[in-house]
């Protein structure tokens, strides 16, 4: 027999003892958790506004988008959504501010464009990232492709611009 468990044997204030700490660490345990758990399932009160972020889709389903938007380009160079036509395009509209749902969906685009092999992005098809907020520029685009996860740039065929 090797001698700590000889010890337990032998002295029972080693096993009382032993048998408190684990106790102690349980209870210790128990504690964090619940602490943990008291705020799941809570929704944080909001200040803002549900209303503003409310779109009467009805109102635009099937209506023609405007070939004449200009835009802006991370480049500088303007275009007009028109000449943007010729090949099937996906519009993405974003905030280039906006940290929570528009980097994560250009991001989640990205992410599952990269799958398609049998259409190829920029040949085949075009995706444009247009955001619509008059306060962003070229400086807020460039960190919105960097948050998007355009770590070698934009790839061809995907332009991220914003409306002139």
């Known amino acids: 027999m090797n001698r700590p468990a000889l010890d337990l044997i032998v002295n029972p204030c080693l096993r009382v003892r032993r048998a408190g700490l684990m106790l102690y660490a349980l209870l210790a345990f128990i504690g964090l958790c619940d ?4 705020g799941y399932g809570k929704t944080p009160n909001s200040t803002v506004d549900s209303a503003v972020m409310r779109i009467d889709e009805k109102s635009f389903l099937g209506a023609a988008v405007a070939k004449d938007y200009v835009l802006q380009d991370s480049t500088g160079r303007e275009l007009v959504l028109g000449n943007l036509l010729d090949k099937p395009l996906i519009l993405v509209l974003s905030y280039y501010s906006c940290d929570g749902a528009c980097p994560a969906i250009n991001e989640s685009l990205r992410s599952a464009l990269e799958g398609v092999t049998n259409w190829r992005l920029g040949k085949d098809y075009r995706v444009l ?3 619509f907020d008059p306060h962003d520029n070229r400086e807020s685009m460039d960190m919105f492709v960097q948050m998007t996860g355009f770590r070698k740039g934009v790839p061809d065929g995907w332009t991220v611009a914003v409306l002139k």
Do not use: I, R
Not at 35 to 38: F, I, K, R, S, V
């Open 129 to 131: 990232t247009v955001s």
């Open 35 to 38: 602490t943990a758990l008291a």
